[in-house]
């Protein structure tokens, strides 16, 4: 059996391999020990292509696997492959922004007053972070970086008004909302 690659994709593993001659199926044995092996493992695999696709993998583990090629009758065609081992570093998945709290002060204003809007929100990252305030759906300030804080002023019509923050870091967005009451 030729060689074997292993990508890790998020919490997912894309395996792959070079096709061997009068195999009709490959069984893709894969563990957390090393001693992975045909008689060895603890999750199985048939892929009737040269890849195969292994999802539900705990990002920051190692797994080992080995690749087998079978014949029509299930028997093998040959020796698996070597031991491949891979860290699920969870490299493709995309960090998203968290929104640690969104606040308004104060919550009940009169016509005219000003309010403070403010927001937390980390990125595991770093990224940069932009945020996008509205009032009842409609932008009032940005995306602009780091505007983790706005002054609105109230208007004349009384009620209570939707405020929602979007944080962006470029790909990935979280967005909150709350409410203040203009009497």
Do not use: C, H, K, R
Not at 131 to 151: E, I, K, M
Request: proline fraction near 6%.
């Amino acid at each position: 059996m030729g060689s074997v690659t292993a990508t890790p994709s998020g919490s997912s593993l894309i395996v792959s391999w070079q096709p061997v001659s009068g195999a009709t199926a490959y069984d893709v044995f894969l563990s957390e020990s090393p001693g992975v092996s045909p008689t060895s493992y603890t999750e199985e695999v048939v892929s009737t292509t040269s890849s195969a696709t292994i999802s539900g993998l705990t990002i920051g583990a190692t797994y080992y696997l080995v690749v087998a090629p079978t014949a029509v009758s299930g028997f093998s065609l040959g020796p698996a492959s070597d031991v491949v081992s891979v860290e699920m570093t969870g490299a493709s998945a995309t960090p998203v922004p968290v929104i640690t709290a969104i606040s308004v002060s104060p919550q009940v204003v009169s016509s005219g007053s000003s309010v403070l809007f403010a927001a937390s929100a980390t990125d595991t990252d770093g990224d940069t972070l932009d945020y996008t305030w509205t009032v009842n759906g409609s932008t009032v300030a940005g995306p602009t970086a780091d505007l983790d804080q706005y002054t609105w002023i109230a208007p004349g019509t009384t009620g209570s008004y939707t405020v929602g923050v979007t944080v962006t870091d470029g790909t990935t967005t979280a967005s909150a909302t709350t409410t203040v009451t203009v009497d």
